[in-house]
């Protein structure tokens, strides 16, 4: 294994940062993700992030992380809690009032990282997710329904250490972090991390080959609210609204519930199998789960550039390419998609011109098509420059949630939703992503995602609702969206057969 440091070379450190970088390069060729991820089985918190290009090709870089040195949590209008792990196994807690993405951004400001000792393109940072209520942070909505408590509003974890496959290069970094807080020599923290990074190594190689066994379950039985009758019911209240002026679009969804006892980690590579998409992700922490294909970018900033992509506009694969061909042409060349299309797209304009230098704003692509494994979607592209006075954390605020999971006008969208859905939407909708320490920001919709809390899951889809919306084809879009899931969820609980394990 390559080092980053010698002894010598830490030692001679110039840094006053308290902690410092340190990984090895190993060749990669002999163990994937899912098996790296596999070998973290006995931590408390791990994840697994990976991307599909175009529907068709891997991306270049997978994420594995695991261990906690600091866990963030909180909900609307009840502050902060973080939880130091970095001073002792069981963790110091303390507990801040206020906003919670600012509370977050001040937290990160103090965690004092040698970034600089990072190599080129990792940009090292805290992973997890927001849900869909945080938008109480920014904006009044009605509160009509009771809030779950499930699942935070605000989740994110700096990991103890994270392991970056290349896949071009057939290398893997495993960087794990040097505390000169502790009370040790500069060798013995040298040699601390020496034998860390080499631990990791040798766990990475025992586990490589191993396969999970397969276990009987019971059918999974999907317990749907509203009900198909209620959900068309909503649909027209909501054309009502968008005759009367009250808006233009909105997205209303569906939850299916279910008991779920089985693994995660079987979902998950179900799911990247059967619908392999731009965000793949799992994360697990304890009892909580969160399985997910999303085809869709919330925002990214990425140095100056800030960018979003919507995508509106939905019709379910047949699997017969002719067939697909033609749905496809009817897809570009219906007026309500086209509608509904068009006006998130100014949504994505506005949000990022909000945060955006001015006149740099520009959609470098519109309207193009993105296949997935069941549906077919109408994707546009939205960039501009950051401006000076704003950041990643500004970014969020102005794009949260995404227009094409609320509506436009999408506040007066969001107090209808509360008014027509059955129950608080949780992260569902929310975003899912990384934050990092440089300022960028990737964060993808929560959508096609799978959320799990101890015995119990549930997924959620949605359809936009426009003024000639008809409400059957609106519930069987909601289906289709749902359908990916489903599907792996019963082919992990051995109802499909056991073969793929």
Same mark, same amino acid.
């Given at each position: 294994m390559i080092l980053s440091l010698s002894k010598d070379q830490f030692r001679n450190l110039s840094s006053e940062k308290r902690f410092i970088p340190?990984?090895?390069?190993? =060749?990669?060729?002999?163990?994937?993700?899912?098996?790296?991820?596999?070998? =973290?089985?006995?931590?408390?918190?791990?994840?697994?992030?990976?991307?599909?290009?175009?529907?068709?090709?891997?991306?270049?870089?997978?994420?594995?992380?695991?261990?906690?040195?600091?866990?963030?949590?909180?909900?609307?209008?009840?502050?902060?809690?973080?939880?130091?792990?970095?001073?002792?196994?069981?963790?110091?807690?303390?507990?801040?009032?206020?906003?919670?993405?600012?509370?977050?951004?001040?937290?990160?400001?103090?965690?004092?990282?040698?970034?600089?000792?990072?190599?080129?393109? =990792?940009?090292?940072?805290?992973?997890?997710?927001?849900?869909?209520?945080?938008?109480?942070?920014?904006?009044?909505?009605?509160?009509?329904?009771?809030?779950?408590?499930?699942?935070?509003? =605000?989740?994110? #974890?700096?990991?103890?250490?994270?392991?970056?496959f290349d896949h071009v290069l057939g290398k893997l970094r495993i960087l794990t972090w040097i505390d000169r807080e502790e009370d040790l020599s500069s060798d013995e923290l040298y040699d601390k991390a020496s034998s860390r990074l080499s631990a990791l190594k040798g766990s990475l190689s025992f586990h490589a080959d191993q396969e999970g066994s397969v276990r009987e379950h019971d059918p999974l039985s999907f317990v749907e609210s509203p009900s198909s009758r209620v959900f068309e019911e909503n649909v027209l209240k909501a054309k009502e609204h968008i005759k009367s002026g009250d808006i233009f679009q909105i997205v209303l969804s569906k939850r299916f519930s279910f008991h779920f006892d089985g693994d995660p980690l079987k979902v998950y590579r179900v799911l990247r199998?059967?619908?392999?998409?731009?965000?793949?992700?799992?994360?697990?922490?304890?009892?909580?789960?969160?399985?997910?294909?999303?085809?869709?970018?919330? #925002?990214?900033?990425?140095?100056?550039?800030?960018?979003?992509?919507?995508?509106?506009?939905?019709?379910?694969?047949t699997g017969v390419p002719e067939e697909d061909?033609?749905?496809?042409?009817?897809?570009?060349?219906?007026?309500?998609?086209?509608?509904?299309?068009?006006?998130?797209?100014?949504?994505?304009?506005?949000?990022?011109?909000?945060?955006?230098?001015?006149?740099?704003?520009?959609?470098?692509?519109?309207?193009?098509?993105?296949?997935?494994?069941?549906?077919?979607?109408?994707?546009?592209?939205?960039?501009?420059l950051l401006s000076s006075n704003n950041d990643a954390f500004s970014v969020i605020r102005a794009a949260f949630p995404a227009g094409t999971l609320s509506g436009a006008p999408k506040i007066r969208a969001m107090q209808i939703i509360e008014s027509l859905e059955t129950m608080r939407r949780g992260p569902y909708a929310g975003a899912v992503g990384t934050i990092s320490f440089s300022g960028d920001c990737d964060l993808a919709i929560a959508i096609r995602s799978i959320f799990i809390r101890g015995g119990n899951a549930f997924l959620q889809a949605g359809a936009g609702i426009v003024a000639d919306s008809i409400p059957q084809n609106e519930d069987q879009e909601v289906a289709a969206k749902a359908a990916a899931m489903m599907e792996a969820l019963r082919i992990s609980n051995g109802e499909r057969g056991s073969w793929l394990f």
């Open positions: 340190f990984f090895g390069e190993i =060749l990669s060729d002999r163990i994937t993700p899912v098996a790296a991820y596999a070998s =973290l089985d006995p931590l408390t918190h791990r994840f697994l992030l990976e991307s599909v290009v175009g529907g068709e090709s891997w991306g270049r870089f997978s994420y594995v992380g695991g261990g906690v040195l600091f866990r963030f949590e909180g909900n609307v209008s009840e502050g902060l809690s973080i939880t130091d792990l970095t001073r002792s196994e069981s963790g110091g807690r303390c507990h801040r009032d206020g906003d919670l993405l600012t509370l977050l951004k001040d937290e990160m400001e103090a965690i004092s990282i040698e970034s600089s000792l990072l190599p080129a393109g =990792l940009a090292a940072g805290i992973v997890g997710y927001l849900s869909y209520d945080m938008v109480r942070e920014f904006e009044k909505l009605p509160s009509l329904l009771p809030p779950q408590k499930e699942f935070p509003d =605000l989740y994110f #974890v700096l990991p103890e250490f994270l392991l970056v199998s059967i619908n392999p998409s731009p965000y793949m992700y799992l994360i697990q922490d304890g009892d909580m789960a969160i399985v997910g294909s999303s085809p869709e970018l919330l #925002v990214r900033v990425k140095g100056e550039k800030v960018e979003v992509r919507p995508i509106a506009g939905t019709v379910r694969r061909a033609i749905r496809q042409k009817q897809l570009l060349a219906d007026p309500k998609e086209l509608a509904e299309h068009v006006m998130l797209v100014d949504l994505g304009r506005n949000d990022v011109g909000r945060v955006s230098q001015p006149g740099t704003v520009r959609v470098p692509e519109m309207m193009v098509l993105e296949q997935y494994s069941h549906v077919t979607h109408i994707v546009s592209h939205v960039e501009g």
